[in-house]
């Protein structure tokens, strides 16, 4: 396939800097609101999720890089992952992939996979670690 020109990821027509601004819109909404779901243990979001200080550097980390491919062992209510979709955004390679390792799918899925489609960042990948079978498109 030399000389040819990869293809672009899929955006769902979003420019880059759409999708940016979008990925940031929604990190900053679950830094307000929090996320949409949570567990049922007191204060759980505040204390398993990544602060947003802390999703900054790994965002800014990951440009510093340019990082195309990342792979993220998940916890809870997607702070990191949507960092890592706005530096895989800012990169803007022509394949990025986004393989998220996820010891507990039922519970940080839903907002994972709200954050993901609301954002279109990224292709991603889910690997279940509790039932060893691929819950995502793509592994």
Known sequence: MAGR????CDTGGMKTD?????????RRQLVREG?????????????????????????????SEGAETVVEVG??????ALAI????????PPHPRHVVIDPSPRVSSPTRLSSTATTGSTRSSWICTSCARSSGPEV
């Open 5 to 8: 020109a990869r293809p672009a």
């Open 18 to 26: 759409e999708l940016r601004t979008r990925t940031r819109e929604v």
């Open 35 to 63: 996320p949409s779901w949570t567990r049922r243990r007191e204060r759980d979001f505040e204390t398993v999720t990544m602060p947003e200080r802390d999703c900054d550097l790994l965002r800014d980390l990951l440009i």
């Open 75 to 80: 916890l809870a209510y997607a702070s990191s």
């Open 85 to 92: 979709g706005e530096a895989l955004v800012t990169v803007n």
